[in-house]
């Protein structure tokens, strides 16, 4: 039996979509590839300053659990940031910028804090700019990580991780060190 003129029709109809679905697909993927190749990456390292008591308190509760004590280990504690942001590990290193935001212990066991911060950057370099975070900081693993969404300025557009780490926990007057390692990637 002879192929009729609609069925040459259709294959030809098929071949053409297929080509250019095909065509779409290898631009899009040359255009990623060069919007990859122009992000710049930027690697830094800092030291968050977190003070939970006395008159100079920079991280605050601010709700909780009803008829339970609030801590930063109590599932459902809220707490308000304005974490100071500094060079080095020691409270009186440069100040390069701060931490706004907020944490909630969000784990049934209070294992895991979600964090939700705008780091506002005062140094020289960074003058102005912000990096968004989100993510779980799991508080009893030494190495935790969070996700960079977002930025504004320098880091316009950003995305990428912070691992942090906690260097130094006093427990008496509720006073923290954590050691910001951040890697994004932005325009």
Known sequence: ???????????????????????ILV????????????????????????????ANATSIQVGGPLKKLWSFLTFGTVYSV??????GINRNST???????IFINSALDGSDLHILMS???TNKEYNGSTLEIQGAD????????VSVVSGTGKFRLARGYATL????FDIKNLAAIIRWNVTVFHY
Request: hydrophobic residues 40%; charged residues 15%.
């Open 27 to 54: 631009s899009s993927t040359e255009a990623t590839k060069h919007q990859f190749l122009n992000l710049r990456e930027t690697n830094m390292v800092f030291y968050m300053q977190d003070l939970q008591s006395g």
């Open 95 to 101: 100040q390069i910028g701060r931490a706004h935001g």
């Open 1 to 23: 039996m002879a192929p009729n003129s609609s069925t040459n029709l259709a294959t030809s109809v098929f071949f053409f979509f297929f080509f250019l679905l095909l065509t």
């Open 82 to 87: 304005d974490d100071s942001l500094m060079a």
């Open 138 to 145: 799991r508080v009893y693993q030494k190495y935790r990580e």
């Open 119 to 121: 780091l506002i950057f």
């Open 165 to 168: 780490e906690t260097v130094n």
